[in-house]
């Protein structure tokens, strides 16, 4: 079965991944048994969906119908192809300016990054296929509505994003504390693409290794870290002071 934001039903879901429904995040029931159940589950792997395997009341919580133990999340947005967007943004004339985000996992966070994204005239966001927080509605309402403005692209992994970029001719920036620059001492002229890490674990080490550069923002107080969604405005606002 289905409604405008979920399908419920493992025969319904596997139909839905087979005919390419935009699919954000599956909930599967936690203990769950049988032919189907598993058939669902080598479905999910093979089109590389965020699973997440729940207790019986969360599910009930997601959907009002018979559920048999399976509910997916699908996503208000068309997700678009990286090599596309790379390409039609270097051939637009404008200065690209991406935005990677390494496992992100607080809706709030995501949505309010992508309004500071689109605020700031980023070319487009990448995201994990796994391990990153659903666009749903909190997502939409925190963006105030700017997931529909600014393309998003969802990748494997990380690092592949990072690999293209710069294939591309396009620098690649991380924001970690453990660098020994500050951001406002990176030239941010050329074209250039900055990974946020995840609100736990900051940049996965092979990702933060693989970028061109890293960069930090100063802390003049004694809590260590900023909030993700406020450093990644800094970041890119820093950019926009040097490209006016």
């Known amino acids: 079965m289905k409604n405008e934001t979920t399908v419920f039903g493992l025969r319904a879901i596997i139909e839905a991944v087979n005919s390419g429904e935009q699919i954000d995040k599956i909930f599967l ?20 969906i965020n699973v997440s395997y729940v207790p019986v009341e969360k599910l009930n919580r997601l959907s009002k119908g018979n559920h048999q133990g399976a509910v997916a999340q699908i996503s208000p947005v068309a997700f678009h192809n990286i090599e596309d967007l790379v390409i039609n943004t270097i051939e637009s004339g404008k200065t690209p300016l991406f935005l990677l985000l390494d496992q992100l996992s607080d809706v709030r966070n995501f949505g309010a ?12 966001i990448i995201i994990q ?5 659903p666009i749903n509605g909190d997502a939409i309402k925190t ?9 998003i692209c969802k990748v494997d992994h990380i690092k592949d994003a990072v690999f293209y970029m710069q294939a591309s001719g396009i620098k690649v920036i991380a ?3 453990k660098a020994k ?6 030239s941010l002229n050329e074209p250039c693409a900055i990974i946020m890490g995840s609100e736990g674990r900051g940049i996965n080490p092979s990702v933060l290794k693989a970028a061109d550069e890293q960069a930090k923002l100063p802390i ?11 450093a990644c405005g800094a970041f890119l606002y820093e950019v926009v002071r040097q490209r006016q």
Not at 32 to 47: C, D, K, N, S, T
Not at 113 to 124: H, K, N
Not at 129 to 133: D, P
């Open 220 to 230: 003049l107080g004694e809590i260590e870290s900023l909030n993700v969604s406020v």
């Open 113 to 124: 990054i992508v309004r500071t994204a689109e605020c700031t005239g980023v070319s487009g």
């Open 129 to 133: 296929k796994k391990g990153g927080a």
């Open 181 to 186: 620059n500050f951001i406002y001492d990176v």
């Open 143 to 151: 963006s105030a509505g700017a997931v529909f403005k600014i393309p």
């Open 29 to 48: 029931q936690k203990g769950m048994r049988g032919e189907l159940f598993q058939e669902l589950e080598q479905v999910i792997r093979q089109a590389r």
């Open 175 to 177: 924001a970690t504390e």
